[in-house]
């Protein structure tokens, strides 16, 4: 695994930082994630890169708890919450929103983001996505995609997380929505958020974030500031095509 210098993010009084220690996952008894560590500071976007079946989303399956961390620990803000129910893990401040758009069709904007949170205490989700303001009484399945994928990161944001992780952002997406969604991820940021982001645009994702780690075959095959990996493609290429146990 190479790594490359990180940069320090800032914290806040309420920011948590994210850190995962040797995580190891196995799905069926194959280990699908092995030994992997990273971790997402308050404030910045870590970009988790790599090709299909790289192993990223079971990376975050396994750190919100859906998927049982055979080996390794996750820790928030220094708390072990590696055994911790999902739930426990949502009430820390560790949110997750995972691929498939999931939204409540037959509910309007509004009541969706009702089921996150007080009608007075809306305003952060409007104010992030004010596209939706317009949209606010129309049923959740007559939203396009895009809206779709506000809508959904919207209640995420009303549950008031200190870390969130995303799953694959852009699917289905048009380049110029992918483009707003990333902004979105930047304003989450800057709002002292610490965000883990799954994303297949690598360039575009990489534009976004502060910090990025590629995985191969299972486990980290290269890490560093988004930026650096951006100005060495080549690097980043064979980083891709890595298998396990490559360094």
Known sequence: MTELDRSEGTRGPDAAELRVEGLRLDRLGQAVVRGVSLSVAPGEVTVLLGANGAGKSTLLDGISGVVPASGGRVLLD?????????????????????QGRTVFPSLT???????AAARDRLDPAFELFPELGARRSVPAELLSGGEQQMLVLGRAVLRRPRILMIDELSLGL???????M????KQMAGNGIGLLLVEQFAERALDAGDNAVVMARGEVVLRGTASQIKKQPDRLRRAYLAKAGDR
């Open 174 to 180: 048009a380049p110029a929505v992918i483009d707003r």
């Open 109 to 115: 904007v509004e009541e969706n983001f009702l089921v």
């Open 78 to 98: 220094g708390v072990d919450i590696t055994r911790s129910s999902r739930r426990c893990r949502v009430r820390s401040g560790l949110a997750y929103v995972q």
């Open 182 to 185: 990333l902004r979105a991820v």
